[in-house]
């Protein structure tokens, strides 16, 4: 168990609709990070939170924004949903903000219909 | 930019034989290099790490990975697998000190043969 931990684990919808994932970073932990892993793109970095700051972007779709809140809890909320977005999110954890040692969530798995 | 070439998509390896997963790293910089493993249905768990200290880094589980600059080669390897091992193999690198996310390699799949 790394510590991080995701809700909700599976989300099914359809598309156009808009979903929010939800992350809590190991105690301690002042960054996010936000991944996708799918098939055909493998693991890609979407984006990172330093203490409630974006701090880092990477290849994530203007339908998709993030957020941290105070709590240094995260949320990732995609919207007007299409099949492509199916995949498997993680959130990470880390301690600072310079690409040390991060720390996985279980994920949640995203199926568009 | 930083990038990281895993060289095979599948390993399969019989059980009690030494395993091999091959890794080159692209950096312009003193890179950290990661290997994390996969579990199915699980989430990605830190075998080891690579922070310029010594070259022959030690992780969980009896793996291993040296560091070869010349080579700029990252390889993990262990002398004898387990049924247990088999899952999905991560190589990443981290480029600049500052804010740089991880990159991750496509992995590699390890199947271990009873």
């Known amino acids: 168990d790394s510590g991080v931990t995701q809700t909700p684990k599976h989300l099914i919808t359809a598309t156009g609709q808009r979903v929010t994932l939800r992350c809590s970073p190991r105690?301690?932990?002042?960054?996010v990070y936000w991944y996708q892993q799918s098939l055909d793109q493998g693991l890609q970095f979407l984006i990172q939170?330093?203490?409630?700051?974006?701090?880092a972007k990477g290849n994530i779709l203007e339908r998709f924004s993030a957020q941290q809140f105070p709590d240094l809890h995260s949320e990732l909320n995609l919207s007007s949903l299409e099949l492509g977005d199916s995949a498997l999110y993680f959130c990470?954890?880390?301690?600072?903000?310079?690409?040390?040692?991060?720390?996985f969530g279980p994920g949640t798995r995203l199926t568009v219909l | 930019a930083q990038s990281v070439t895993q060289l095979d998509s599948h390993v399969s390896v019989s059980e009690g034989t030494p395993v091999l997963l091959r890794c080159n790293y692209s950096?312009?910089?003193?890179?950290?290099l990661f290997w994390y493993v996969q579990h199915p249905n699980k989430g990605l768990q830190l075998l080891l790490k690579?922070?310029?200290?010594?070259?022959l880094v030690k992780g969980i589980n009896g793996f291993e990975a040296e560091f070869k600059k010349s080579e700029t080669s990252f390889h993990l390897t262990k002398p004898s697998a387990h049924m247990s091992d088999a899952a999905e193999y991560f190589c990443?690198?981290?480029?600049?000190?500052?804010?740089?996310?991880?990159?991750f390699g496509k992995g590699t799949r390890l199947s271990v043969i009873a």
């Open positions: 990470a954890s880390s301690v600072g903000d310079r690409g040390n040692e991060q720390f």
């Open positions: 105690s301690g932990d002042l960054s």
């Open positions: 939170y330093y203490n409630g700051e974006e701090r």
């Open positions: 950096s312009s910089y003193s890179p950290s």
């Open positions: 690579y922070t310029s200290a010594a070259t």
């Open positions: 990443v690198v981290s480029d600049r000190p500052g804010n740089t996310p991880l990159v």
